[in-house]
DNA sequence: TGTATATTATTTGTCGACAAGAATTTTATC
DNA sequence: GATAAAATTCTTGTCGACAAATAATATACA
């Protein structure tokens, strides 16, 4: 017999399912192409997947423990809204987390982590000349992920990249409406922290990236002083 | 028509069901009654709480999110193992972690907080005096997680939970076999803690802080010694 | 016309069944 | 008797269907 239609759907493998649509649907999230507070339906999910609901929910699971997504018992769930009320404890958390894994990277880096720090460098500096704002706010995100990847403490790596995935969805929502730039000087910023974890220099490391992490908390808060004037305009 | 069987099983409501799973293989795991690298069987739990492998599995996804157990894609999942190797990175987070924690109480709790916190440090003080070290485990951690919540960010509470009850599994897996008891010292620290709290001296409340960690990190590392030795003995 | 109740529709949580992978056991071959 | 292949058992991932809970709509009544 002649097979005439050899299955023209991409025929999934077993599992794969849930991490395609949580891999998707989180870069979605933290792109604010689903907007915060939007209602995510799985039905919908599960045509567009062509899958059963299962495995979406399964996914959507894992999100709800990640904080990326809401879920109301038995009744909707949509995308997490980003908590302006306690932005502070947000900004707390993230100098602490700036500071704490660029020391840990000073003390136990290997030579192969700087290598993976400079690419990310090296990106973050073409985004800058670019001026792609976008591609900035990634980049630096990675920057920052891979040295603290050098620090090899999964509690702290944990922690630091939920706060940049946040931060992440905070600045596009400004940058969004926004072309400003970030400043040349973080590029400069960004090689003195490179220099002193190359030379394990624990106490300066720490004290740059501090130095560094007010920086970028103080740009955060100036773009929504600002948005916050717009606000009540309206 | 005679209904003989009025469905002696207690009838959960709708959604309660996940939860309640959760909730008890969370605390059989934290309580060392499930071991860590024993496995789990979906099909033995869904018959042992009278319900479809369906929430048994969003249960499990949840705490393999939690880092609870560990789920080998297509083959079997299990109580996560204790990762003795990387014990130091748990030392690190724990005692950062116990001190920004309580710095933050002293900035920001409210008097209902202090309440709260002399609740659990008066049982606590009450364990000791027991001598009952599975209480001693369990009140101390509660006390430090109220202070937690009095310093009111979310991002460190949220760590701190899973690092105190990543120690819960450690220490009882010591206390099993030691009935060794913790000083009265811990119960003065404690007191002091409180008192600088109350005070709002966030300085001393760093240095109280960091004090009582490494007191508690050098106890756990004593016990591990000793336990070494008694491997190398067999 | 506005409010309260009943009806319908939508969506979520749960179920039983089935199929794909992996582990185990059995059979075949040297 | 040891190794490789085949068959079987077991467990997991996925599916379609159904029922409970909620939301939306229609109806009744003042």
């Known amino acids: 017999m002649t097979d005439i239609d050899t299955s023209p759907i991409p025929e999934r493998k077993r599992g794969s399912g849930v991490k395609m649509v949580y891999d998707l649907l989180r870069d979605e999230i933290l792109d604010l192409v689903l907007l915060p507070g939007s209602p995510i339906d799985e039905v919908q999910l599960a045509e567009r997947f062509k899958m059963s609901r299962t495995p979406i929910r399964e996914a959507l699971v894992r999100l709800a423990g990640e904080g990326l997504i809401d879920t109301l018992p038995n009744r909707s769930t949509m995308v997490a809204n980003i908590d302006f009320l306690n932005m502070h404890t947000f900004f707390d958390a993230l100098v602490l987390m ?88 973080f590029v400069e910023e960004h090689d003195d922290i490179i220099a002193v974890i190359a030379n394990r220099d624990v106490e300066e490391a720490d004290r740059l990236a501090k130095l560094h992490a007010e920086q970028i908390v103080h740009q955060i808060q100036k773009l929504f002083a600002r948005e916050d004037r717009l606000d009540v305009a309206l």
Chains 1, 2 share one sequence.
């Open 98 to 185: 700036y500071r704490v894994t660029t020391k840990l990277a000073a003390q136990y880096h290997r030579p192969e982590d700087l290598k993976v720090i400079r690419a990310h460098q090296a990106e973050f500096a073409a985004a800058v000349q670019a001026q792609d704002a976008l591609a900035m706010i990634a980049t630096n995100a990675a920057f920052h992920s891979a040295i603290a990847e050098a620090g090899r403490n999964a509690y702290f790596t944990g922690l630091f990249n939920r706060l940049l995935d946040e931060g992440r969805r905070m600045l596009r929502l400004y940058y969004q409406s926004y072309d400003d730039r970030l400043p040349q000087r």
